[in-house]
């Protein structure tokens, strides 16, 4: 037990880490993407599997769609992935009371459209407009330095598209990503 709760805070303190280098690297401008054609619904699925087992544990009901359709987005794979990573762990910390996480993707002529949806308490009103801001984390005790969103942000940005984060109307909270189809 005591090793388990060691290996989490291990994990959790490198993920820190990271997200402290990633921020520092994008506000110098020396974060640098590693730019290829790749298929986003891919590395999505990839990142949903990643996090499919945990969330059964935590009792979270997953649903997913991802078209069997080829989404090519021109960028950096592995900083897609980074994100889809962030904004799935976000649903199931902060969404957990819903017991419910939907990820869908949709396409047309040029546009990949990613949204992620939990059915949890949602965020604040006055809070929402900050949420993306570096360091900031409102009135959660959750865990998290408050860069993850930001750095999201950034690397959306940077593919040449947007990062949204609403509440959703019934309850929860909807993050929606846009990147240009190539």
């Known amino acids: 037990?005591?090793?388990?709760?060691?290996?989490?805070?291990?994990?959790?303190?490198?993920?820190?880490?990271?997200?402290?280098?990633?921020?520092?690297?994008l506000e110098?401008?020396?974060?640098?993407?590693?730019?290829?054609?790749?298929?986003v619904g891919a590395e999505l699925y990839e990142a949903v599997y990643m996090y499919e087992n945990m969330l059964e544990k935590e009792n979270i009901q997953l649903e997913y769609d991802i078209p069997d359709q080829m989404c090519p987005v021109n960028g950096d794979r592995h900083r897609?992935?980074?994100?889809?990573?962030?904004?799935?762990?976000?649903?199931a910390k902060y969404g957990k009371s819903g017991g419910r996480i939907r990820i869908t993707l949709s396409?047309?002529?040029?546009?990949?459209?990613?949204?992620?949806?939990?059915?949890?308490?949602?965020?604040?009103?006055d809070e929402l407009p900050f949420v993306k801001e570096k360091f900031y984390k409102g009135s959660s005790k959750a865990r998290g330095s408050g860069i993850g969103l930001a750095v999201c942000d950034e690397?959306?940005?940077?593919?040449g598209g947007t990062f949204d984060i609403a509440n959703?109307?019934?309850?929860?909270?909807?993050?929606?990503?846009?990147?240009?189809?190539?």
């Open 168 to 182: 959703a109307e019934g309850g929860g909270a909807v993050v929606t990503i846009s990147l240009p189809m190539s």
């Open 80 to 91: 897609m992935k980074q994100v889809f990573l962030n904004i799935i762990d976000n649903a």
């Open 107 to 125: 396409r047309d002529s040029y546009t990949v459209m990613i949204e992620v949806r939990d059915w949890g308490v949602g965020i604040k009103e």
């Open 28 to 39: 110098s401008g020396r974060m640098k993407l590693n730019m290829e054609l790749f298929d």
């Open 1 to 25: 037990m005591g090793l388990g709760i060691i290996q989490k805070e291990s994990r959790r303190l490198t993920q820190m880490v990271e997200e402290l280098l990633d921020f520092t690297r």
């Open 155 to 159: 690397i959306v940005r940077l593919h």
